[in-house]
């Protein structure tokens, strides 16, 4: 499942923060998804671009991680998987926005920036 | 390599020296595919013939914008204004026209460009081509038919080809033109005679000017190859948004301004991005092209925004 914000103002990314710590805080009773909550928050889930490179460049997650990439270079950047159990190929993300895809089957995904292939990132799903 | 020798007993080693310095306001001129290097202003021959006049604009990016940058829509409208001007008799578009391939940057880009009121010859960047290989920049600016884009025309006994190289880019972010369209380009040479100027535009450089930051064409050497036994080969390209010369005998190659903002130079800095300019300075950093042709000779003459 592809999840794809556009110029989200970062009031309604605040606000959508606080409807996930609400849903956690919410969903705490539940001991699986209490669980998954704390491997989640313990697992970083968000790849930052800058300067033409993906950072962590090796991202390693639980299964069922939605994994944010951010663009904070000037120029336009691409999410393209190149190999992996699930494809994703992300439309072109200007300055400043980003693209979520959530893993649901275990392996190792290569993907590149399709405007810049020696932009290499990998993310590891266990 | 043979040895280069200006009209004027120019030695290579001072020909390199203007190559190397050479720049915005320096007019190339090709004799027997040697170019010499006039002051803007300064005439070539008296006497000479008038040949035709083309245009060059590059790397229009519209949808581009970042942090204190204007709009690329309005330095586009600044350029084209200032090609208008020059009543060339077409005008080719090296490619970016668009920042991030969508029908509504490229519908802009289009109705900016027909202010030139000539016909635009387009070749697609690889921010033309994001996520559909350029399908929708082909329904609007194609010329290439039953090709991947790639085309050719003929102007003044002047052959004319349009390059596609970024369509499939190498995993090291290379431009590269694939066995199709190098096999498309022999055979459009092939019969043509050695004394036929040739003028090729693609997006990205055809010389390795900087492979790390994915400044060059993989697979160019063969498409040299073909071009090579023509006497004047001039090769015009965009992608890196300054002017730079290179002369290998006689292909010589040349980069162009972007109308939308400026990159560093090759290996300068942490990476490729968009030059951050004082607002001030921005259009001494952009331009525009203008190419005289006369007979098999053509000068180039680069012009900022600021001029």
Redesign the interface.
């Known amino acids: 499942m592809k999840r794809f914000f556009r110029r989200r103002p970062k009031v309604s990314l605040l606000a959508a923060l606080l409807v996930a710590a609400l849903c956690t805080a919410a969903l705490l009773h539940n001991g699986q998804a209490a669980a998954a909550a704390t491997s989640a928050a313990a697992t970083k889930s968000a790849v930052t671009i800058t300067n033409y490179s993906f950072h962590p460049a090796t991202l390693t997650v639980k299964k069922g991680t939605t994994v944010t990439w951010v663009n904070k270079d000037d120029d336009v950047h691409t999410i393209k998987s190149l190999d992996g159990p699930e494809a994703f190929n992300s439309p072109a993300l200007d300055s400043g926005n980003q693209f979520g895809f959530t893993f649901h089957h275990a392996g190792t995904y290569h993907y590149i920036c399709s405007v810049h292939p020696y932009m290499h990132g990998v993310i590891v799903v266990r | 390599m043979s040895k280069v020798v200006g009209p004027n007993g120019v030695g290579r080693r001072q020909a390199m020296k203007h190559l190397l310095w050479g720049g915005a306001g320096v007019v190339w001129t090709f004799a027997g595919g040697v170019p010499r290097s006039l002051r803007v202003g300064e005439e070539a021959e008296a006497g000479e013939m008038r040949g035709f006049t083309f245009g060059q604009i590059s790397d229009s990016h519209i949808?581009f914008?970042?942090?204190a940058h204007p709009s690329a829509q309005d330095t586009l409208v600044d350029a084209v204004g200032r090609m208008a001007a020059l009543k060339p008799d077409f005008v080719i578009h090296t490619g970016d026209v668009s920042?991030?391939?969508?029908a509504g940057q490229f519908a802009t880009a289009a109705d900016i460009m027909q202010g030139v009121k000539r016909d635009v010859y387009y070749v697609p960047g690889?921010?033309d081509t994001?996520?559909d290989e350029g399908k929708l920049f082909f329904q609007r600016f194609g010329r290439g038919r039953g090709t991947g884009g790639w085309y050719s025309f003929d102007a003044h006994g002047v052959h004319f080809v349009g390059l596609v190289n970024v369509v499939k880019?190498?995993?090291?972010?290379l431009g590269w033109f694939g066995p199709e369209q190098l096999k498309w380009l022999g055979e459009d040479l092939r019969h043509r005679s050695a004394s036929t100027p040739i003028v090729a535009f693609t997006h990205m450089p055809m010389w390795s000017i900087y492979p790390?930051w994915?400044w060059g064409t993989e697979d160019a050497a063969p498409a040299l190859a073909a071009l090579r036994r023509f006497g004047s080969v001039t090769i015009l390209n965009g992608h890196i948004h300054q002017v730079i010369q290179k002369v290998e005998g006689n292909v010589t190659y040349h980069t162009a301004y972007s109308t939308a903002f400026p990159q560093p130079s090759p290996g300068v800095g942490?990476?490729?991005?968009?030059l951050q300019v004082p607002a001030d300075k921005l259009k001494t950093l952009l331009g525009i092209r203008r190419l005289d042709f006369v007979a098999d000779r053509v000068s180039l003459t680069d012009t900022t925004l600021a001029d």
Do not use: C
């Open positions: 949808g914008k970042a942090g920042h991030l391939s969508t690889e921010h994001i996520g880019l190498t995993q090291t972010g790390q994915g942490p990476g490729p991005g968009p």
